[in-house]
């Protein structure tokens, strides 16, 4: 029979000819019923998800950003149904470590013959990210741009706001990797990494990938615009572990605590204040198509 097609679509956002183009490229291929659901804004997108899950669908079509891709994932996570993803948005993080080009035509094509592949996610006081978590400086720059200086300014806008954050404190932090204290002073930033490439195109871990079964654990001591220089060019030049301001490492489990509430993001979404970070490797949790090798 032919399979059941969800699609979950940002309404607001671009891809190739847009939605109507995508209905075409759907009808082209052999499909059953057509599940189409389109929201405003990302939060929406999980219980779109589950609700096109309910109803029999065995390929969900995520349309969007890496927002959208995030609210999708933590909805489809561990529920086996592949995950097809069109990259609308700005920077479609996941979607470019995967090597899913922003071509509508050509994202579709994989969606329907591209290999299955089971990868990892990280999940966050319980909610699931696909491409990176963090906490201090990287979430205030996160914030601090929005989606009009995104869709203006690209790459730039990060670094716009970067600078904007560069003098923030430095937070006394102690986190444990795997039940073992790994760090405990003072540092302005935490990320949790699931890929390689993050915001901005940063290279922040080299050795990152979706399908090993670890979280990529980093933290920076950086404060003030010369030390954050030295620790962007040391990314931008190659391995951003040969930093002195800078420790690297992988664990299955991350436990921290702030000494004060600090902003946090998944995977480019601002959730708040925290004082505790709760995370883990979910490996394996969702299912994606992507290229053929």
């Not at 950003?65 to 561990?78: E, H, I, S, Y």
């Not at 990938?209 to 190659?238: C, N, S, Y």
Request: aromatic share 6%.
């Amino acid at each position: 029979m032919p399979p059941i097609v969800a699609v979950v679509a940002h309404r607001k956002k671009t891809l190739g000819a847009g939605l109507d183009a995508l209905r075409v490229l759907i009808s082209e291929q052999d499909v059953g019923d057509v599940l189409w659901h389109e929201v405003s804004k990302s939060r929406k997108a999980g219980k779109k998800v589950r609700k096109a899950l309910d109803e029999g669908a065995e390929l969900v079509f995520v349309w969007g950003g890496d927002g959208m891709v995030q609210r999708c994932a933590d909805a489809l996570a561990g529920s086996g149904v592949p995950m097809a993803i069109l990259p609308a948005g700005t920077a479609n993080l996941f979607a470019a470590n995967l090597g899913i080009p922003a071509d509508l035509a050509r994202a579709v094509r994989i969606g329907f013959h591209g290999r299955r592949e089971k990868l990892d996610l990280g999940v966050l006081n319980g909610e699931h990210f696909a491409v990176m978590a963090g906490a201090g400086f990287e979430a205030e720059m996160i914030a601090d741009v929005d989606g009009q200086a995104k869709q203006r300014f690209g790459k730039l806008s990060y670094f716009r706001a970067a600078v904007r954050h560069v003098g923030g404190p430095r937070v006394p932090m102690k986190i444990k990797l795997d039940g073992t204290t790994w760090f405990e002073g003072r540092a302005s930033c935490l990320l949790l990494g699931n890929v390689s490439t993050i915001a901005a195109g940063v290279e922040a871990f080299d050795d990152a990938r979706p399908d090993d079964g670890w979280l990529e654990v980093g933290i920076t001591t950086a404060k003030g615009p010369v030390q954050w220089a030295r620790v962007l060019a040391r990314m931008a030049a190659g391995r951003s572990d040969g930093s002195p301001l800078v420790r690297v490492s992988r664990a299955r489990k991350v436990s921290a605590r702030f000494g004060r509430p600090l902003r946090f993001e998944l995977d480019g979404g601002e959730r708040g204040l925290t004082t505790r970070f709760k995370a883990e490797v979910a490996a394996g949790a969702l299912t994606v198509c992507l290229p053929e090798d």
